[in-house]
């Protein structure tokens, strides 16, 4: 790489790469944005059933993060018990590309890797 192309790094998330990773990186929660992009909304409970491995807590810190970066909505509803439901932002929609470059390379990946 040429010096131009750190043009990227000079804000105050380091560089623009950084800046995404620090939204929609982990394990967790590219997964949860793909399948809220799959699905109008998803209840929590359906979220836990759907991702495996995924522990209630970490299901929580992850959708308080994606919520406070504006990535989901989160719409609570006033009955008994609680029903909460979550979608993604418009601007969590803008997502969509990235998701599914990242689909497509995963299944190429696993294609190479003969998994």
Same mark, same amino acid.
């Given at each position: 790489?040429?010096?131009?192309?750190?043009?990227?790094?000079?804000?105050?998330?380091g560089c623009s790469v950084e800046?995404?990773?620090?939204?929609?990186?982990?394990?967790?929660?590219?997964?949860?944005?793909?399948?809220?992009?799959?699905?109008?909304?998803?209840?929590?409970?359906?979220?836990?059933?759907?991702?495996?491995?995924?522990?209630?807590?970490? @299901? #929580?810190?992850?959708? $308080?993060? +994606? /919520?406070?970066?504006? !990535?989901?909505? %989160?719409?609570?509803? &006033? =009955?008994?018990?609680?029903?909460?439901?979550?979608? @993604? #932002?418009?601007?969590? $929609?803008? +997502? /969509?590309?990235?998701? !599914?470059?990242? %689909?497509?390379?995963? &299944? =190429?990946?696993?294609?190479?890797?003969?998994?």
């Amino acid at each position: 790489m040429n010096k131009d192309n750190h043009k990227n790094c000079d804000g105050p998330y380091g560089c623009s790469v950084e800046a995404t990773l620090s939204v929609i990186g982990g394990r967790w929660k590219p997964v949860i944005i793909f399948l809220l992009l799959q699905n109008e909304f998803l209840r929590f409970g359906e979220l836990k059933k759907i991702i495996e491995g995924i522990t209630q807590r970490m @299901l #929580t810190n992850q959708l $308080r993060e +994606l /919520e406070n970066d504006k !990535i989901i909505d %989160r719409k609570v509803y &006033a =009955e008994v018990p609680p029903r909460v439901e979550y979608s @993604l #932002t418009e601007y969590g $929609r803008s +997502l /969509e590309p990235i998701m !599914i470059a990242m %689909r497509d390379w995963g &299944a =190429e990946h696993m294609t190479v890797k003969g998994k």
